[in-house]
């Protein structure tokens, strides 16, 4: 239908050339009128709790390295959580309208005259950090603590995939395999998270680890950690549906904190204390459980963000112990990694995905996941 308005309009604006109209259409100007404004449906978070589906104008190639993305699979974050609940994140007020979603999929639409990494037709999985490749921290190999970073679906930053289309630079386009889906790609977005995580923890090989929250973050890296080679892992989460999915993931034990007390069961099992323990759930007891479970030398792993702005450690017991803080931002150039992984079945995340949303039902989408419904892991919006 829109091929066919385009079509017409541009036989009556007969000025333009038809290279100018691109293969995807775009604004028509006749005699200083605008016609046939393409817009594209797109899910906007407009404050606390509400979501709309608006008409929104179509994202427009306009740089050479530009990739439109026909968006196909958009996870629900729990970071996306924090905006939805929240007006503020940490010390960050979030400034409302915007379009959500960094975990995204999707076939390339059309693309600018320089992109050669894809081609339209292709699926591709989105890398939602936009970095500058200029200043100190591209410089220096940490493209994820840039210093003008811009991120998909964050407010002020990037237009997110909780839309018809999205637009990214090339290099932001890790091209699927054949066999992987969209929806798979999506996951990868978070299992590239929780293998920059095990591998900030040094060599996991043989190596116990406490994983603390099995959401989708926890559920990632219980199998990255397994994938490459880990030792016993135990896992705990309030959420009872998610202890089973955390024995898919490869748990050997799993505890649930509100029922046991998971720091005297873990010891009962590994008296030394463990190795590592990754936080995935962003608590304070969480973070008090990973300094208790820790042998001396042991590494914690933040990866959950809290929603408090200050969190605390017992002073005493991390400084005998000697343990080392390590603090994860998002991942860094592990999103290739985690697509290869997921296309050569070393790690299954298809279980992750429980819940598939339209792009109009994107509000019971995150419903669904801030209120962990139905034994919701990840929810899938499919615009
Ligand atoms: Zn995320
Ligand atoms: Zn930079």
Redesign the pocket.
Known sequence: MKDCVSAGLYALAGRLSKSRLGSHGGLLNSGGLTYNRLTMRAAFLTGVRAIEIRETPEPKISRDDDVLVRSKAV?V????LHYYLSDCVGADKVSYPFIPG??CAGVVEAVGKAVARVRPGDTVVVEPAVSCGTCDQCRTGRPHTCRKLLFLGHYGELTGGMAEFVLAPERNCVPLPAKMTAVQGALA??LS?ALYAAGLAGSVRGKTAGVLGAGPIGLSVMMALKADGGGAVYATEKVEARLGAAVKAGADWTGNPDREDIVAEILARESLGLDIVFECCGEQSALDQAVALLKPGGTLVAVGIPIEPRVSFDSSKARRREIRVQNVR?QNKCLEKAVGMIHAGRVKVDFLATHFFKLEEAREAYETAAARRNGVIKAIVTP
Request: hydrophobic fraction near 10%.
């Open positions: 996870g974050c729990g970071s996306d960094h975990e977005e978070p998270i998002r």
